[in-house]
């Protein structure tokens, strides 16, 4: 995986990478590539996710609900502490429900499944804006699958 927007700063400063759900299979996947190309990452994703799969060395972590304005602040301000802008944010968070035909699924559980993958989106482009302004050609990309 070759990540060339980031990966081509003009500055140490301009490789600063936060990924929302990286502690999934392709948040693993997508931090690997970065960290191996210089990039320097930081992994949110729920804390037991995070216990399942802990990021790889040179990456810190930090355990967020993507559905809680609340805990996506609190990280993102943590991330702000630490870094004085960011050059990417890449969102691959997700929730999964076991499948269920359509007319089967308790609206409760409906709801669960549109907060979870696009109510995150909100909430975590609104909290990342305010660094990714700071960044250097900063860029910001939100997958669904």
Not at 54 to 66: G, K, L, N, S, T
Request: glycine share 12%; with cysteine; hydrophobic share 50%.
């Amino acid at each position: 995986m070759f990540i060339p927007q980031i990966s081509q700063g003009t500055s140490a400063a301009s490789n600063r990478l936060a990924i929302l759900g990286g502690a999934g299979g392709s948040g693993r996947a997508l931090t690997a590539a970065a960290v191996a190309q210089g990039l320097d990452v930081i992994v949110l994703d729920l804390e037991a996710s995070l216990a399942r799969h802990p990021v790889i060395d040179d990456v810190d972590a930090y355990a967020v609900d993507a559905t809680d304005e609340q805990s996506v602040e609190q990280a993102f301000a943590a991330i702000g502490e630490r870094w004085d802008g960011l050059d990417g944010f890449v969102n691959l968070c997700g929730f999964m429900h076991p499948y269920e035909m359509a007319d089967a699924i308790p609206i409760s559980t409906f709801d669960e499944i549109v907060t979870g993958n696009l109510r995150s989106v909100a909430i975590g482009g609104q909290a990342a804006m305010p660094l990714l302004r700071r960044g250097e050609g900063a860029s910001l990309v939100h997958a669904a699958s």
